[in-house]
């Protein structure tokens, strides 16, 4: 079975922190994303990556940035964090298939509290 | 960009009821996939479907990937508790020469015993 683990459930930060989240795959995946959960609004594309070292935005990379130095590692970084980025954060992982993601297999997800 | 419209956004049913629940969008797909997350969980892949009119089923849950390749639809029948969650479609299709997911926005299933 593919296993994608988040490193953390839950976190609690105060504004003006910089916040890590770490996310791990075992399955040899190419690709690696990082979503945001929120009520209403459905799952919103942070940032992804194809490729070790490679990175592109999503729909909302503002307040974000990732880095990938291993293919199983994908981590997400919140270099001041802000109240509105209060959310869950799902990480997932796929096999490039064609030009693009195939299934995506995603981890637990981080409950992340910024006060 | 591309959106998908997921509907109905919540359903309320006794439990034995069926549910359905479809996605659609003014774009051509060349897979669909079904989710399901649990309370508290992240997404899990129920179905996939790669083909037009492909019918697919995973226990109770059946889905369907639409004739004009904009449409997919999921159902489940005999509804039981623990069929509670949200349930996203996706969408995977080529956009500017790259393949892209979409996601709906889930329709929120709640289960009454």
């Known amino acids: 079975d593919v296993k994608v683990t988040q490193s953390s459930r839950y976190l609690v930060k105060r504004t003006g922190e910089k916040v890590f989240l770490e996310c791990v795959q075992d399955m040899d995946h190419e690709n690696m994303f990082w979503y945001r959960q929120d009520p209403g609004l459905g799952l919103r594309l942070i940032y992804f990556?194809?490729?070790?070292?490679?990175?592109e935005k999503g729909d909302i990379p503002e307040g974000y940035s990732v880095s990938r130095e291993k293919k199983e590692r994908f981590s997400l970084i919140l270099e001041s964090a802000s109240t509105n980025q209060t959310s869950m954060y799902l990480c997932?992982?796929?096999?490039?298939?064609?030009?693009?993601?195939?299934?995506?297999?995603f981890g637990s997800g981080t409950q992340l509290s910024v006060l | 960009g591309q959106q998908l419209n997921q509907s109905p956004q919540s359903m309320f049913i006794q439990e034995g009821e069926d549910v359905s629940m479809n996605c659609t969008s003014s774009s051509i797909f060349n897979t669909w996939l079904w989710y399901k997350q649990d309370p508290g969980e992240g997404p899990v892949l129920l179905i996939a479907?790669?083909?037009?009119?492909e019918l697919t089923s995973n226990g109770r849950l059946t889905a369907q990937f639409g004739i004009t390749r904009k449409d997919s639809f999921l159902n489940i029948s005999a509804s039981i508790p623990s069929d509670v969650g949200i349930y996203f479609c996706a969408g995977r299709s080529s956009v500017g020469g790259s393949e892209k997911l979409v996601f709906g926005k889930g329709t929120k299933l709640t289960v009454n015993p």
């Open positions: 997932a992982s796929s096999w490039l298939v064609g030009r693009g993601p195939e299934k995506l297999f």
């Open positions: 990556s194809y490729d070790v070292k490679m990175k």
């Open positions: 479907l790669y083909k037009a009119g």
